[in-house]
């Protein structure tokens, strides 16, 4: 016989006792939901709130009597919400065709402005080696790399995450 586990939902203080087969359809769904809306900036959001109606739904229905949610009543309460697509498909021309690398700041680790964290994300390369020659160039160059620096602060647009950078990058851009 399964073994109950314990599911927590966001915007739920109590867990929902389940069987195993129900955890895994809920987790195979909501991995489902990520994966589709990976270059959706609002992905992590409606994941959230995926999770809560889901949790509204299992309030109601344990609320009548079995407090076990079994996986047919798991896969039934999927099946309602239905599968989980972008708000906005991309346009057959914008298929396949990614944002790509742009330079910015990014402010989630930054030390001073984010701007080596930039940098980093866009060459994929360490953040502490990108601090290092930025500080070993500022020295070389008597200051001037520190003044372009500061313009470069006023300049870069600013992405609040490594997160939101990589799902900038790889989103369709539309024509």
């Known amino acids: 016989m399964n073994e109950p586990v314990s599911i927590r939902l966001t915007g739920h203080v ?3 006792p389940a069987t195993p087969d129900a955890r895994d359809a809920l ?3 909501l991995d489902d939901a990520r994966r589709a809306l990976r270059t959706d900036t609002d992905a992590d ?3 959230r709130d995926l999770e809560s109606a889901i949790g509204d739904r299992l309030s109601a229905r344990t609320a009548s009597g079995d407090d076990t949610v079994t996986g047919a009543r798991m896969t039934a ?25 742009f330079w910015c700041r990014i402010n989630e680790g930054k030390w001073f ?11 994929e390369f360490g953040v502490d080696w990108v601090r290092t020659v930025v500080l ?3 020295l070389v160059t008597g200051g001037l790399l520190g003044v372009a ?26 024509p």
């Open 77 to 101: 309460i999927l099946a309602e919400l239905g599968p989980v697509s972008p708000a906005r498909p991309a346009p057959p021309s914008a298929q396949g065709r990614s944002r790509g690398r």
């Open 14 to 16: 109590t867990a929902f």
């Open 113 to 123: 402005g984010g701007i080596c964290l930039g940098v980093a994300a866009y060459g």
């Open 149 to 174: 620096y500061l313009v470069l602060l006023l300049v870069l647009p600013v992405v609040p995450t490594v997160t939101d950078y990589e799902r900038q990058r790889d989103a369709p851009r539309y």
């Open 45 to 47: 959001e409606i994941v």
């Open 136 to 138: 070993l160039l500022t």
């Open 27 to 29: 987790r195979q769904y």
